[in-house]
């Protein structure tokens, strides 16, 4: 005899032997026990999660000849037909390649005759959400009130494609993806009937690329076998079949990358490119170790059997806030790889976008290596997550806040300036005090972040060949490097000669930058447009007779 395959040698045959639906298996027993099977089931669920090995056993359960069973014997002429897929009253119908109206109408005909061997006939529709509308429009009556001898069993992957009309008039059971501890010890238990040696760890590799299905997983255990040779499965050979080498490796990035260590992770991504990886699949395991990571710092109980050992030292290692952020540049990274140049050119640059930010909290006193702050030129640049992890939902929130000019904000939002008296001008200064800071922005012709930068600074003065700027503490995001050195280079040119820029961030001043100024005043315009509508003497009447409010939010200053 030819080779069986591992999916059909050890297809349950019994539902004792169905594995993680106990739900569906409860309820199909007790409808066989007491003989009240619905006459139309619709089993749903992914790939290879037992539609038709259940389907297969209700037909058993049908027409064994001991009666209508939940337990069949499994020896009588109608249960081996069965299973040897032989059975002439189990018709399966790939719905797939039989979709017309034509081969329904066959099939109804068909259904009219009483079962030729056993006491059912049974028609297993398959992926039936492929059959079209006719013809899901002319099984609908025999689908309601089929003869007495004919029972009808649908399976579909994804039932919402199915019609409402056909979902009504059937019995739905919806299987469940299953468990990779269960698939693991499944194929664990198949191994040491089958005799073959394996290794833990290489049996939860195959568990892990199964995905949900136990059939996956069985066929990829025939795949391993075969790789193996005969000589035992090993996590490493089945991590070379499976292509997931990177795995280890992935383990020693984020070591590297908790440490700050920079030439680890270097090491860490040539180690990888040895491998040949997939990088998409890289970048989704990155993230689901974070995620993982994540579980156990937050929720210390939540942890699962299933989690890698290399995990917890991980957990207590790092901290919460950079998990956070690196497992969000992890699934920016992974939607971001069809636009990178090369697959592993976009991986290296999330691993080092990684590198680069850290929330300040938890950055260590170290340089740029250690990914916490940088000194350049007298300014202290955050390189922080403000750019990397606020960036996105400050943009929604901006997005669909009221502007300035429709809400009023808190009186806190802009508190009175601390005055302080801002050096005197140097006499030999080269650049002549500007009588409106904006104006001298106008002039220099900043455009995009460098121009913001500059509107939320406010002018401190100028002494010994050194520009004083105060930038605003909420707009700190702004100041970077290169942002700094464009304006430092046209302050330079106006100026005719070198001169160095200094940014403090947070410096009190009586002086009010561009950018608040600006606020202020659509402030002061938002106050006086409020008071003159309460002073409105319709508005007061109105009040005084009806009790109106006026709705918070909805005065805005006239243009």
């Given at each position: ?9 050890w297809r349950p045959r019994r ?334 640059m999330t691993v080092l976008r ?110 010994g060949g050194e520009v004083l ?91």
């Amino acid at each position: 005899m030819s080779y069986l395959a591992l999916a059909r040698k050890w297809r349950p045959r019994r539902f004792e032997d169905v594995r993680g639906q106990s739900h569906v298996v409860k309820a199909l027993q007790h409808a066989l026990e007491r003989d009240r099977l619905h006459p139309a089931i619709l089993l749903t669920g992914t790939r290879g999660v037992g539609k038709t090995t259940l389907a297969r056993i209700i037909a058993k359960g049908l027409n064994c000849e001991t009666g209508v069973t939940a337990q069949p014997c499994g020896i009588c002429s109608a249960c081996k037909e069965i299973n040897d897929g032989r059975f002439v009253d189990l018709l399966e119908i790939d719905a797939a390649s039989n979709t017309g109206v034509d081969d329904v109408r066959q099939l109804i005909d068909n259904a009219q005759y009483a079962p030729a061997r056993g006491r059912y006939k049974v028609y297993l529709i398959d992926e039936v959400h492929m059959l079209s509308k006719s013809a899901f429009n002319a099984l609908l009556k025999t689908l309601e009130e089929p003869p007495p001898h004919v029972k009808f069993i649908l399976a579909t992957t994804d039932p919402q494609k199915l019609p409402i009309t056909v979902l009504s008039r059937c019995l739905q059971f919806n299987l469940k993806r299953l468990p990779q501890h269960l698939i693991r010890d499944t194929l664990a238990d198949i191994l040491a009937q089958e005799e073959v040696e394996f290794e833990p760890g290489a049996v939860a590799e195959i568990a892990r690329a199964a995905d949900g299905s136990m059939r996956d997983g069985l066929s990829l255990l025939d795949q391993a076998i075969a790789f193996a040779g005969g000589l035992g499965l090993k996590r490493e050979g089945v991590e070379e079949m499976l292509g997931t080498v990177g795995r280890r490796t992935l383990f020693e990035i984020l070591e590297a990358l908790v440490r700050g260590d920079a030439d680890g992770i270097l090491a860490g991504i040539r180690k990888l490119d040895e491998s040949a990886p997939d990088h998409a699949a890289l970048l989704n395991d990155l993230a689901a170790h974070l995620q993982r990571i994540a579980v156990l710092q937050l929720l210390p109980k939540a942890g699962d059997e299933d989690d890698d050992p290399a995990l917890a030292p991980l957990a207590k290692s790092a901290t919460p806030e950079d998990v956070q952020l690196w497992y969000q540049i992890a699934v920016l990274g992974r939607r971001d790889l069809p636009w990178a140049p090369d697959p592993r050119l976009g991986f290296e640059m999330t691993v080092l976008r990684m590198m680069a930010f850290r929330l300040d909290s938890a950055a260590p006193s170290g340089g740029v290596a250690g990914g916490g702050r940088r000194e350049a030129g007298g300014v202290t640049a955050t390189t922080a997550a403000a750019s990397a992890a606020a960036a996105a939902p400050a943009a929604q929130v901006a997005a669909s806040a009221p502007s300035p000019a429709a809400v009023a904000p808190p009186a806190s939002r802009v508190p009175p300036p601390v005055a302080v008296a801002p050096p005197a001008s140097d006499p030999e200064s080269r650049l002549a005090p500007p009588a409106d800071w904006t104006q001298r922005i106008e002039s220099l012709g900043f455009d995009g972040m460098t121009r913001q930068l500059a509107r939320h600074c406010a002018w401190l003065g100028e002494a010994g060949g050194e520009v004083l700027l105060a930038l605003d503490a909420r707009a700190k995001h702004l100041l970077t490097e290169d942002r700094r050195a464009a304006i430092e280079r046209a302050l330079a040119a106006q100026a005719g000669g070198e001169l160095r820029l200094v940014v403090e961030i947070g410096a009190a001043t009586d002086v009010l930058s561009p950018a608040g100024a600006e606020e202020r005043r659509l402030v002061e315009r938002q106050r006086a447009a409020e008071a003159a509508i309460e002073a409105d003497p319709q508005v007061r009447e109105f009040k005084e007779s009806f009790g109106a409010t006026v709705r918070p939010g909805s005065v805005q200053p006239a243009e």
